[in-house]
């Protein structure tokens, strides 16, 4: 790679996407350009991470560097949005940006920005591990090298999918809405050792491993959920008298009514 990344908004998620490929030599730092709001982050950005890269506040003399970037990567919360100001850049180059705020459509990325194409990706917090999920939606115009550009900066920390703009406010739900779910899950879990005696940090740790053991034995056998769940649950057993509870308690529709709810205030967005 050649070419410089510029970073409207370097958080936590921006930091996630751009560290393994620093780390991988993907990019160098001096082809890192950022940009910040406070002058606070600014400086603890400069002091703390570990790698030189090129970082400017918002409306700064530098600023125009991170726009100048034929590909940007947009990364404030998307109640930042609004405040955002397109600084002028140098427009001989075909610009990109790749926004991953939530929720925030093409059509709004159109009107609020000009001479770009736009890329929309949904990213979820395990890419902090380099386990994440990435939903990418190509905006019109966008050629076969620039794909590859963008696949790029993604795969070193996340799987990628490449679906239709309509699929990913669900794709937004099931994948970056749900670690809090199976957080929750987990804690509620190991409240369930805690009231049977177990002290809450053991609790969890069996918690975590049983989830990691299942979820490994569902994906290197061909078990379907339902085998498995057939196979831990014997008659009139203490597996069956669990499921009993959660169905009483509508455990499965709390779910699925969590996930289209999560969709449904993805599209409020839009
Ligand atoms: N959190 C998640 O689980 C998750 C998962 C996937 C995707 N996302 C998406 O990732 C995006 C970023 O989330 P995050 O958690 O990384 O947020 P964050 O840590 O709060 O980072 C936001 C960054 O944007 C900067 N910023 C704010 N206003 C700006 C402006 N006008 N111009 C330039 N930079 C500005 C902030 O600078 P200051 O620090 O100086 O204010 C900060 O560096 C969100 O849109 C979210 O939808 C989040």
Avoid at 52 to 72: A, G, H, Q, T, Y
Avoid at 211 to 236: H, Q, R, W, Y
Wanted: include cysteine; hydrophobic fraction near 40%; charge should be neutral.
């Amino acid at each position: 790679m050649s070419n410089t990344l510029g970073i409207i908004g370097f958080g936590n998620i921006a930091k996630a996407i751009v560290t393994p490929l620093l780390e991988k030599k993907i990019l160098n730092p001096d082809q890192v350009l950022c940009l910040v709001k406070s002058e606070k982050s600014l400086e603890n950005i400069k002091n703390t991470y570990p790698y030189k890269i090129n970082i400017f506040r918002v409306n700064s003399s530098e600023s125009k560097l991170v726009w100048d970037s034929p590909v940007k990567l947009l990364s404030v919360k998307p109640q930042q949005f609004e405040d955002l100001i397109e600084e002028k850049f140098n427009e001989k180059e075909e610009n990109i940006i790749v926004s991953i705020l939530a929720g925030i459509s093409l059509k709004k990325l159109e009107e609020k920005f000009h001479n770009h194409i736009f890329v929309r990706a949904v990213t979820n917090i395990p890419i902090l591990v380099g386990k994440g999920l990435t939903g990418i939606t190509w905006g019109s115009s966008i050629s076969d090298s620039q794909k590859n550009f963008i696949r790029k900066i993604f795969s070193s920390s996340s799987k990628i999918y490449e679906l239709p703009e309509d699929y990913l406010d669900i794709f937004l739900a099931l994948t970056s809405s749900s670690p809090a779910i199976i957080a929750l899950i987990i804690d509620s879990l190991s409240d369930g050792g805690l009231s049977g005696g177990l002290n809450k940090k053991l609790s969890e740790e069996l918690v975590i491993e049983m989830i990691l053991g299942t979820i490994l034995l569902l994906k290197e056998s061909n078990l379907g959920t339902a085998d498995l769940k057939n196979m831990v649950t014997s008659p009139g057993g203490t597996t069956i008298s669990a499921l009993n509870v959660l169905e009483k308690r509508t455990f499965r529709s709390a779910l699925i009514e969590a996930i289209i709810a999560a969709r449904d205030r993805s599209k409020e967005f839009r």
